[in-house]
């Protein structure tokens, strides 16, 4: 996207080329892989001329003028479907942006269609009744992951040059991670998310937890996005507050590092946690200080169970009034003693206020906890998830799911629990591709940072893959 962009910039290409070339890819590929979901082509076109037009003449141009992109089918787009992958909303036309699409056609980006996503960007699968099944960009059979599924296979197999997704549950991190590319999970409030799906259409107020962020093929395609979608933008509605900038060049000889390779509470993959440890051995032996040993003051069951009483609490509010006394009936009749994952979900999913009060406070614990490893170490590496890209399973419900985990199985849920490292304490993070496994299939690593850190985070990202020899890998 970055050089895309530099390209359009030096006239090294037209933005009706690019735009041309992606909708050749998307002609080749979408087919196989079912990512990008609606299509304008000749809208697309036609801005394409507009803006190779204004700039032969010289006209002033935003930062990302010419290039053209695909959208998650959450955001809102004026006069562009978004079904949120909804089947009341399959007809869907906003009459308005989202603030991010705002800020991206402001830059003069070109929003040439959109990308598939689950049932409103509720699963760690992107599949659909209105659209069907995302295919993984490295595997037919395999998921896209999600909820940003359809925006990682289209930028991993070449019909977008960038996406911006959304993030609750490791929506960013997972997609990335199992197709191969960089992504962007900020910190919470600091990306507008109004005019995303979910909250229904026209919503106001921000969700807790769920954040909004860049999706591309190298560390500078976040960073580039990012300014982006951060132009003129309120960090927390604060009216002129905005987020701290990089700082200076970071140095490998004073990193410091924490690494958390693996866990009892959701074990990963051999090769997953490998990744982790090499990338430390390779930063240590460039100079960096790293540790193995450095956690949150807080059991990491405690971490992960506070991040699913406030998760559970955002998916719970949206459910029907019928589904939710369903969910109650189960969580009042249910043993005290019963922590299946069934009735911990409708407990949660229907918790009053007074509990929700607890779990945050839980949770403001958390931060501080959190807070006191970032005086010691600067990031820390971890998994983005128990395991790379696994074969489709649509046909059962969440809590039935499983994940093979080097021969045993596990819980669906476990991906929660890399996910919530970040999410429950509000921290940016982001995710880097590192070695495939033995399968061939992509593997990334998160990279988290303390809250507000997200400018700083990427450029010490940037410094990681630079030293580790790390990037993005076409998919075939």
């Not at 507009?50 to 992109?69: F, S, V, W, Y």
């Not at 991206?104 to 699968?125: F, S």
């Not at 060049?249 to 051999?270: F, H, K, N, S, T």
Request: with cysteine; glycine share 10%; net charge negative.
């Amino acid at each position: 996207m970055s050089q895309a962009v530099a390209g359009l910039q030096a006239g090294q290409w037209t933005s009706l080329e690019l735009t041309d070339v992606l909708l050749a890819r998307i002609a080749e590929r979408n087919p196989d892989l079912n990512a990008v979901v609606t299509l304008d082509a000749e809208r697309a076109r036609a801005e394409a001329r507009a803006i190779d037009a204004r700039r032969e003449a010289g006209e002033p141009l935003g930062r990302l003028a010419g290039l053209p992109m695909t959208l998650k089918d959450t955001w809102s787009t004026a006069g562009m479907r978004t079904t949120a992958g909804a089947p009341d909303l399959a007809d869907h036309v906003p009459d308005t942006d989202a603030v991010i699409v705002a800020n991206l056609r402001a830059a003069d980006a070109i929003i040439i269609g959109k990308t598939n996503t689950p049932l409103m960007a509720g699963d760690h699968q992107t599949y659909n009744d209105v659209f069907g099944i995302t295919e993984n960009a490295w595997r037919v059979g395999r998921t896209a992951g999600g909820s940003s599924g359809g925006a990682a296979a289209a930028v991993a197999a070449g019909m977008s040059w960038c996406e911006v997704g959304s993030d609750i549950g490791a929506s960013i991190r997972l997609p990335a991670h199992m197709n191969g590319i960089f992504g962007l999970k900020p910190t919470h409030a600091v990306v507008p998310d109004r005019g995303h799906i979910p909250p229904p259409p026209g919503a106001l107020a921000r969700d807790d937890l769920a954040v909004s962020g860049p999706l591309g093929r190298s560390v500078a395609d976040l960073e580039l996005l990012l300014d982006v979608l951060l132009d003129g933008v309120d960090i927390g509605d604060i009216p002129g507050a905005r987020l701290p900038g990089p700082g200076p060049e970071p140095d490998i000889g004073g990193l410091r590092v924490a690494l958390w390779a693996d866990d009892d509470a959701a074990p990963v993959q051999g090769h997953i946690a490998e990744q982790v440890r090499s990338l430390g051995a390779t930063l240590r032996s460039a100079g960096a200080h790293v540790v193995d040993d450095l956690r949150p003051d807080v059991p990491t069951a405690r971490l992960h169970d506070v991040y699913l009483r406030l998760l559970m609490a955002v998916m719970g509010a949206g459910l029907p009034d019928a589904v939710r006394d369903g969910l109650r009936t189960v969580a009042d009749e249910a043993d005290p003693d019963d922590l299946s994952e069934r009735v911990r979900q409708a407990r949660y999913m229907t918790m009053d206020h007074r509990s929700w009060l607890a779990a945050n406070e839980a949770r403001h614990r958390a931060m501080a906890a959190w807070a006191q490893v970032f005086e010691s170490v600067d990031i820390v590496i971890a998994p983005a998830a128990p395991t790379t890209a696994f074969p489709h399973q649509t046909e059962t419900g969440y809590t039935d799911r499983t994940l093979d985990i080097d021969g045993n199985d596990r819980p669906y849920s476990s991906i929660l629990f890399w996910a919530g490292l970040a999410t429950m304490p509000l921290l940016p993070s982001v995710v880097v591709p590192v070695e495939h496994d033995d399968e061939g299939l992509p593997c990334g690593l998160q990279i988290i940072g303390p809250r507000h850190s997200d400018r700083r985070l990427l450029r010490i990202a940037r410094v990681v893959v630079e030293t580790a020899g790390l990037g993005f890998v076409p998919a075939p």
